[in-house]
């Protein structure tokens, strides 16, 4: 098979001289008397930056040889290397269905537009200020913007077939363009400058929300998410739990490191499984928790839980396998871990220790395994 990339090293030795060269006159000019002293504590990020620019730098058909790719796939990582500026000649490319490009210093993508059979299309760790160029790419499936300088999603309704969206890690402040995403099942805008959560309702097909580290104060506009199986609300600035009670089909609840102070609204979740509230200000366990029968990993670590009759109302979670409770009042007690593990035997798991119980079954498992291999040794 014709390998996806090869390296034009020609093109390669000429950037990589010619960066030297400018390397050389830079190193001339520091010699130079400077004017001013640089200040103390030097930004580190600006030191990485220099570092950076010290890389030497092309478009992509001189790192790739672009005329040899005959697979429908192109995969440049610049990582280690030359980083690539532009994205050039792609029209040499017309078939190809997935482009990556990660770790790079582009800054358009616009010249992904002749690639109209593209399904996936990643540029992921960038510094790409605008999306653009996506109006004749109707058959993508697959988008990957993160960790670049977007700060406005434009417009997507075209993108009829999109599955997965990522553009975490930018600069939005601003849930937009994503309205008529019908097909989208996964959306991922975490790490951003988000307040509100709005403009979702038209994502009927939506089963994965990630939208942590942003600044959300309140969950909200979900309400016609029906299939959502898995949010991320983590990291940002909710204070109640409320807002899901249409969401019927989560299985996944992620609200850790808020400022949430009780636990609430959740016992129609019913197809919960694991519920992560860690490090915010909850100080009980409420009783109206027992009918969420298939939940089996609950976090409550780095909260304020003081009293074991709490940790008696997780009795009737008959599938509850792993608990956390560390750094909560109730940890400091002595036989902490012996006291859980009276109320709740069936649990595998307390904080990250394994229980009596699952360190006994494993030693048990492995006593089989060893009689097993004995025994067909013998025959």
């Not at 600006?46 to 478009?59: G, I, K």
């Not at 004749?136 to 406005?152: A, C, G, H, M, T």
């Not at 609950?298 to 009737?316: K, S, Y």
Request: with cysteine; charged share 25%; hydrophobic share 40%.
């Amino acid at each position: 098979m014709t390998p996806t990339k090869k390296v034009n090293t020609d093109a390669l030795q000429a950037a990589v001289d010619a960066r030297q060269q400018q390397r050389d006159a830079q190193k001339n000019n520091n010699n130079k008397p400077s004017e001013s002293k640089q200040e103390d504590g030097e930004d580190e990020a600006q030191d990485a930056e220099e570092e950076e620019e010290e890389r030497p730098v092309a478009t992509l058909s001189s790192c790739v040889d672009l005329d040899a790719i005959e697979d429908d796939e192109l995969y440049y990582v610049g990582t280690a290397g030359v980083k690539v500026t532009h994205l050039d000649a792609l029209e040499k490319l017309v078939g190809l269905q997935r482009l990556h490009v990660r770790s790079n210093l582009l800054r358009s993508m616009a010249s992904v537009a002749t690639l109209t059979r593209l399904e996936h299309l990643e540029l992921y760790d960038n510094q790409i200020e605008a999306i653009e160029g996506l109006q004749s790419l109707v058959q993508l499936k697959v988008l990957d913007l993160s960790f670049n300088e977007i700060r406005v999603i434009p417009d997507l309704s075209h993108l009829t077939q999109l599955e997965e969206l990522y553009v975490a890690n930018n600069k939005l402040k601003k849930i937009s363009g994503v309205q008529s995403l019908k097909n989208l099942k996964k959306l991922d805008l975490g790490a951003n400058r988000l307040r509100t959560i709005e403009g979702l309702d038209g994502l009927s097909q939506l089963e994965q929300l990630w939208l942590g580290k942003n600044k959300i104060t309140a969950i909200q506009g979900l309400e016609k998410l029906t299939k959502l199986k898995i949010i991320s609300v983590q990291s940002n600035r909710v204070v109640t739990i409320k807002g899901l009670e249409n969401n019927v089909a989560l299985e996944e609840l992620y609200l850790s490191h808020n400022a949430i102070e009780k636990i609430e609204n959740v016992d129609d979740l019913t197809n919960l499984t694991t519920i992560d509230l860690a490090g915010n200000r909850i100080s009980a366990i409420p009783t109206g928790l027992a009918p969420l029968t298939l939940l089996e990993d609950f976090w409550l670590n780095d909260n304020q839980v003081a009293h074991f009759a709490d940790v008696e109302h997780l009795v009737p979670l008959g599938g509850l396998r792993t608990l956390y409770l560390e750094r909560n009042p109730i940890a400091q007690d002595f036989e902490y871990r012996k006291r859980v593990e009276e109320l709740l035997p069936e649990l595998d798991q307390i904080d990250a220790t394994p229980t009596t119980k699952a360190r006994r079954g494993r030693i048990l498992n492995f006593k089989q395994v060893q009689l097993l291999c004995s025994n067909l040794q013998v025959s």
